[in-house]
């Protein structure tokens, strides 16, 4: 699996002994800890997928939400915060650098907008009564749709970003197949799906699932993820085994692999 956030997940899955200095009386779930005389405030919330980690992650406005397993305590999330305190404080000050770093989309005319690396201009015609739709022509994306209706603008560019992902990784899943012997000449099951923090996965039924955000990077980005996914088609692992793989199919995905983590908030950005 592929994560796109700069976010780093810590394991808290170990026995301690809480001290009561260390707990906080929850308020509307918010809690605080303390890092060399600065008080970071942060918020508790549970998602089914989470069962073993506990997430950090930057919500609006810059509030720190603290994603964690349900069956961990709040003693336990309390006392470990407080022992990461100084990483928590590291990770706020970037994360909130990078969020000051993405500017908020509006979708309106001459707007920048990525594909393959590079920026585009947005350039929207009035089509009255014409189904919406958009091309990358004229080093503008052009997008047909309904003067003033922002959300048909922005459903349309989803729309093409789709078929522009589908298409790309599509070649490249080929591409790599031909040089991955363990496929034997088969290629593989392709999906999308729309992810927050993540690239691409691949299951243990051999399918793999890509982020259509992928496509807004640069080709090379591209390359790196889809020869990460094939690898774990051998090894569904992260062993020396898997990065030998790696080497062997894609010998540059360390280059690739740095740029989508010091830019994975402006690729993910929608």
Request: with cysteine.
């Amino acid at each position: 699996m592929l994560r796109g956030s700069a976010s780093v997940e810590k394991a808290a899955s170990f026995s301690v002994k809480i001290p009561f200095w260390a707990v906080v009386e929850p308020q509307l779930n918010r809690f605080q800890i303390s890092s060399e005389g600065q008080v970071i405030e942060y918020e508790v919330v549970h998602r089914p997928r989470v069962t073993r980690c506990i997430h950090l992650e930057l919500a609006e406005h810059g509030r720190l939400q603290v994603v964690a397993p349900r069956r961990m305590s709040k003693r336990t999330i309390q006392f470990t915060m407080q022992e990461w305190a100084a990483y928590v404080k590291r990770f706020l000050a970037e994360a909130r650098a990078q969020q000051k770093d993405t500017p908020v989309l509006r979708y309106v005319n001459r707007e920048q907008h990525l594909s393959l690396g590079k920026k585009y201009p947005l350039q929207l015609r009035e089509c009255a009564g014409k189904d919406p739709r958009v091309r990358l022509a004229e080093g503008q994306i052009q997008v047909f749709a309904p003067q003033g209706d922002v959300e048909t603008i922005r459903a349309c560019l989803t729309g093409w970003y789709r078929q522009q992902a589908m298409r790309r990784f599509s070649e490249r899943i080929e591409v790599f197949s031909r040089s991955a012997p363990w496929l034997r000449g088969k290629t593989p099951v392709m999906r999308l799906r729309l992810m927050k923090r993540t690239w691409g996965t691949c299951s243990s039924k051999g399918v793999i699932t890509l982020n259509p955000h992928l496509v807004k990077t640069p080709p090379a980005c591209i390359d790196y993820v889809v020869a990460h996914e094939i690898c774990h088609l051998k090894e569904h692992n992260h062993s020396r085994a898997f990065y030998a793989l790696q080497d062997q199919l894609y010998p540059r995905w360390r280059e690739a692999k740095a740029h989508l983590r010091d830019r994975a908030h402006v690729y993910l950005h929608v």
